[in-house]
C-alpha cells in the first residue's frame, strides 16, 4: 500500500491523502519534525478540533520514510479496549488464523523492521495504548510512534507536544480558502472576519464550520450571532481551558444555527461508529419527527455545512461525522431521551445487513460482499456488542455472529470471530437454532485454528442439542465439520465417512451454499489422498460447475486448489499451474492467507516438476515465511507435507543442499504481496521433467510410516476445502 508525500513522490504505508489545502502551522512542521528526530515516541496533545491530526499526517508524510514505511491507525471508532491490537493488525495488513493473540502477530510482523505508526484518537484508549506502545517501543528497536490525542500517553520517554491554537494571520488565511470551497468570497481584509477567527480563539474546527456558514450569511452576520451562542452556550466545566469552552460554543453555535430537522438528524447520526452509508441513515435515524424520504435533504444540508464528510469508497459514497461533532451530537441524543431507541435501530440494521450479506455470499455478489462487510465491520462490532450486553439480545447476538461465519472463514478473521462466538454461547445455555449455528460456526473456526479440543466440544454439544431438539439443519453442520477435523487429522476413512454422510444430510434438507461446496471439496481431498484423484476430480468439477452457476468463487478457489493437486498427480504440471493461478489469484483477492499459501506451496512442486528447481525453491521459502500467520504448516498433516517433502527432494538432488536452502532464504524474505505477485507473474519455462504418476502417493506412504504431526494444541489452520 503507497500515499503520496505533499510533493507527489510515493510512501510506502496507507497515510490519508489531503482533501483540501494544508494552511499555516509552518513553526509547529518544523517542531514536530525535530521532536520526532530526537525521540521515538512523540505525543500531539490539544483539544478536539485544533488540528492534531492534519498536522501529524504532515508531518509523517513530509519525512524520508522508514523502510517499512508510515502507517497511520485511526482509533476514533475503536470503541473496546481490547481491540486496540486488532485496529493495529488490520492497518499494517497482517492475516492471522492462529490462536495467537494480535499482540504476538504485531510482535512478530514487526521484529527487524523500520517504520513509523501513527495512533490517531487513542484518548478514549490511553491505557490500552500506553500498554501497547511501551511494549512495542521495548520490544522493536526499528519502531517510532507518533501518537495523537487529547491526552498524553504518560509513559516513559515519551516527548509531548502540545498544539496550540493557529495564529490570527494563518486563522484568516484558513478561514478564506475553506471559504472558497464554499464558493464564498471575503474581502481582502475584512475586520469581521479577523474578529470572528480571534473571537473563535483560531481553533480550525470551528474556523471550518464558521466558513460554512457563508453560504447564507455574511461574516459580520456570523459574528453578531456569534456573540449570542457564546453567552447562551458557555460549555465545559469552570476549570476547563477557554479554547476548550470556545470549541464547544463554536459546535453548539453551528447546532443552533441548523434547522430542528439537521439538529434532529445530527443527534440520530451519532449512533454510527465510522462511516454509514445513506440507507443506514435512511432507515436508523427517521421516525419520531423526521420521515425516511427527507433524510437525504437534511443530509445534504450537514454536508454543506461541514457537520458531516462525504468519502468515496470501494463500496460506494459513505459518511462520517468528525469524532468531535458526533460526541457533540451523541449528548444531543442522550438528552432526547432517544438514544435506546435509535441504537436498537442500529443494531436491528446491522443484523439485518449481515443476514442480506450470508445470503448474497453464495451468489455473483460475493466480492461485494466481502468489501461491504469490510467498510460496515465498526458498526457491526458495535451491534455485537450491543446484542451481547443488553439482557434480551442473547439469540441476537448469537444469530449475528453465526451469520457473519463467511467473514471469520472467508475473508481471514478468525481470531476476532472466536472472540464473538465464545462470548454469544457463553450467555444463556440452550438448543434454539441461533445457538446451535454459533456453535458449530465457533466448532469450524477453533478447527482451522488447530485448537482441537475446543473444537470437538462445541461440535460435539451442539450435535446433541441439535438431535434432542430435531434440528437436521445444525446435525448435518455440525457432522460436516467433525468430518473437516478428521481430514487434516489424517484419518482419511473418518474423514470420508463422515463428509459422505454431512453430504447426504445436506441433501435431504435441500441446502445449498459455500458451505455445502466446500464439503464436497473436502471429500474431493479425502479421496485424493486415498489415491483416487479421479474421483476427486470428478466432485471438484462438480463444484466447479455450480459455482459458475451461482456466481461463487471463494468454494471454487478450493476446488481449483484440490483439481490442481489431482493434476499433478496425474503428470500434467502445465494444468496444475494454470489451475493454481487462478486459485491463487482469487484466494489473495479474498485475503484468505490459507488459500494463499496452500497454492504457493503446491506451485512450488509444480515448478521445481518444471524444471526450475532454484524458483520452486524461492517459492517454498515465502510459504513456509507465510505459514507462522495460518498456523501450523500444512496442518501437521503427512498427506499434507508429503508435496514439500518431494520437493526438497527434487531440487536439492538437482542443485544441491547448499544452493537450495540459499532460495528458500530468499523467498523467506519476500512479503506477503510480493510473493503472491511473484507467483502470479512468473513466467513458465521452456522445458520440464514430467511428473511421475504415484509420485505424491509414494511421497505419502513413506511419511505414512511416521507418527501423523497433527497437534491438538492451539495451532494449526484452515481446511484445504
Known amino acids: ?138 520490544q522493536v528497536p526499528g519502531l517510532a510512534v ?25 486563522a484568516v488565511e484558513l478561514f478564506r480558502e475553506r471559504a472558497g470551497r464554499h464558493g464564498a468570497t471575503t474581502a481582502g481584509d475584512d475586520p469581521h472576519v479577523r474578529e470572528l477567527c480571534r473571537r473563535l480563539d483560531g481553533i480550525p474546527l470551528a474556523i471550518e464550520l464558521a466558513a460554512g456558514r457563508l453560504g447564507a450569511l455574511s461574516p459580520g452576520q456570523l459574528l ?28 453548539g453555535w453551528s447546532h443552533e444555527l441548523c434547522t430542528p430537522e439537521e439538529r434532529l438528524l445530527w443527534s440520530r447520526l451519532a449512533v454510527f461508529a465510522g462511516q454509514f452509508d445513506l440507507e443506514a441513515a435512511e432507515y436508523v435515524c427517521s421516525g419520531d419527527g423526521l420521515h425516511s424520504d427527507d433524510v437525504l435533504d437534511v443530509l445534504t444540508a450537514l454536508l454543506a455545512q461541514s457537520v458531516v ?48 450479506c450470508e445470503l ?36 441476537l447476538g448469537r444469530h449475528l455472529a453465526g451469520s457473519l461465519w463467511f467473514c471469520w472463514v472467508g475473508c481471514g478473521r478468525l481470531s476476532e470471530g472466536r472472540h464473538w462466538l465464545e462470548r454469544s454461547v457463553e450467555l444463556e445455555p440452550g438448543h434454539e437454532p441461533t445457538r446451535l449455528k454459533a456453535l458449530w460456526v465457533l466448532g469450524h473456526v477453533a478447527i482451522l485454528q488447530g485448537d482441537t479440543l475446543p473444537a470437538l466440544a462445541a461440535l460435539q454439544e451442539c450435535r446433541e442439542e441439535a438431535q434432542r431438539s430435531a434440528n437436521r439443519t445444525a446435525v448435518a453442520y455440525a457432522e460436516h465439520r467433525t468430518g473437516c477435523l478428521a481430514l487434516i487429522s489424517d484419518d482419511m476413512p473418518r474423514a470420508e465417512r463422515l463428509l459422505r454422510s454431512s453430504l447426504a444430510r445436506y441433501q435431504e434438507i435441500g441446502e445449498l451454499n459455500s458451505n455445502v461446496l466446500m464439503a464436497q471439496v473436502e471429500l474431493a481431498m479425502a479421496r485424493t489422498f486415498l489415491g483416487d484423484p479421479a474421483d476427486a476430480v470428478r466432485l471438484c468439477e462438480d463444484v466447479r460447475q455450480v459455482c459458475e452457476d451461482h456466481g461463487e468463487r471463494w468454494a471454487r478457489s478450493y476446488a481449483l486448489y484440490v483439481l490442481a493437486y489431482a493434476a499433478w498427480s496425474e503428470g500434467d504440471a502445465a494444468r496444475a499451474r494454470e489451475l493454481l493461478t487462478d486459485c491463487l489469484a482469487c484466494a489473495h483477492a479474498f485475503h484468505d ?51 514439500r517433502e518431494l520437493r526438497g527432494a527434487t531440487a536439492r538432488e538437482r542443485m544441491g543442499d547448499e544452493r537450495d536452502e540459499e532460495c528458500v532464504r530468499q523467498g523467506r524474505a519476500l512479503g506477503q504481496d510480493a510473493a503472491v505477485s511473484r507467483a502470479l507473474d512468473r513466467a513458465r519455462p521452456l522445458g520440464g521433467l514430467p511428473a511421475p504418476r504415484g509420485a505424491v502417493r509414494h511421497a505419502r506412504v513413506t511419511l505414512d510410516m511416521q507418527q501423523p504431526a497433527a497437534s491438538p494444541t492451539r495451532k494449526g489452520g484452515e481446511t484445504a476445502g
Open 146 to 170: 507518533l501518537a495523537v490525542g487529547r491526552r498524553p500517553l504518560a509513559v516513559a520517554g515519551e516527548q509531548v507536544f502540545a498544539l496550540g491554537p493557529l495564529s490570527e494571520d494563518e
Open 309 to 356: 464528510a462525504r468519502e468515496e469508497t470501494a463500496t460506494g459514497v459513505r459518511y462520517r461525522m468528525l469524532d468531535t461533532v458526533r460526541a457533540y451530537g451523541v449528548e444531543w441524543l442522550e438528552a432526547t431521551g432517544d438514544a435506546v431507541r435509535l441504537r436498537r435501530r442500529h443494531r436491528d440494521w446491522y443484523v439485518g445487513l449481515a443476514t442480506w
Open 360 to 395: 448474497e455470499w453464495f451468489s455473483p455478489r460475493q466480492k461485494e460482499v466481502a468489501a461491504r462487510i469490510e467498510a460496515e465491520l465498526p458498526n457491526l462490532r458495535c451491534a455485537l456488542e450491543h446484542c451481547l450486553t443488553e439482557p434480551d439480545g442473547a439469540e
Open 593 to 643: 492467507l490459507l488459500g494463499s499459501v496452500l497454492s504457493i506451496e503446491l506451485l512450488a512442486l509444480v515448478t521445481v516438476t518444471e524444471g526450475d528447481p532454484a524458483e520452486a525453491a524461492v517459492l517454498q521459502g515465502a510459504a513456509a515465511s507465510l505459514w507462522p500467520s495460518v498456523g501450523l504448516p500444512l496442518f501437521g498433516s503427512a498427506h499434507y507435507h508429503a508435496p
Open 1 to 138: 500500500m503507497r500515499s503520496h508525500q505533499p510533493d507527489g513522490t510515493e510512501v510506502n504505508g496507507n497515510l490519508p491523502l489531503e482533501l483540501d489545502g494544508f494552511v499555516g502551522r509552518r513553526a509547529e512542521l518544523t517542531g514536530l519534525a525535530r521532536a520526532l528526530d530526537a525521540s521515538r515516541l512523540v505525543t500531539v496533545t490539544g483539544p478536539g478540533g485544533i488540528g492534531k491530526s492534519r498536522l501529524a499526517a504532515r508531518v509523517a508524510a513530509g519525512r524520508c520514510a522508514p523502510p517499512d514505511g508510515v502507517w497511520h491507525v485511526g482509533l476514533a471508532a475503536v470503541r473496546d479496549p481490547e481491540f486496540v491490537d486488532y485496529a493495529v493488525v488490520e492497518t499494517l495488513g497482517l492475516t492471522d488464523h492462529t490462536t495467537r493473540l494480535p499482540h504476538e502477530t504485531l510482535l512478530a510482523h514487526l521484529a527487524g523492521r523500520r517504520l513509523l505508526l501513527v495512533l490517531d484518537g487513542f484518548e478514549h484508549l490511553v491505557d490500552a495504548c500506553a500498554a501497547l506502545v511501551v511494549d512495542l517501543l521495548g
Open 224 to 251: 453578531e450571532r456569534l456573540d449570542d451562542r457564546f453567552r447562551l452556550l458557555t460549555g465545559g466545566g469552570r476549570d476547563a481551558l477557554p479554547r476548550h469552552r470556545t470549541l464547544r460554543t463554536a459546535i
